[in-house]
């Protein structure tokens, strides 16, 4: 699975964004959390994610979303 980091998220909105190790902005929904505790998603958090194929969208979404700390 791919890391990144945390850019971007607002948990009112339930979404944010993540910048792949490979400098890619990846959307994701609060949805794709997967069991993380959305209180705890800060700017700057390491992750691992999952690419989810959208044909309504030309930017990559994130269907699955851990922090690289539950991730063990």
Do not use: H, Y
Not at 16 to 34: H, K
Request: proline share 4%.
């Amino acid at each position: 699975m791919p890391t990144g980091k945390i850019k971007w998220f607002n948990q009112q909105i339930g979404a944010g964004f993540i910048r792949s190790d490979e400098g890619e902005n990846v959307f994701f929904r609060l949805s794709a959390l997967n069991g993380d505790d959305p209180q705890a998603i800060r700017r700057g958090q390491c992750v691992r994610f999952a690419i989810a194929t959208n044909i309504r969208s030309l930017s990559p979404t994130a269907a699955i979303v851990k922090t690289c700390e539950s991730w063990q």
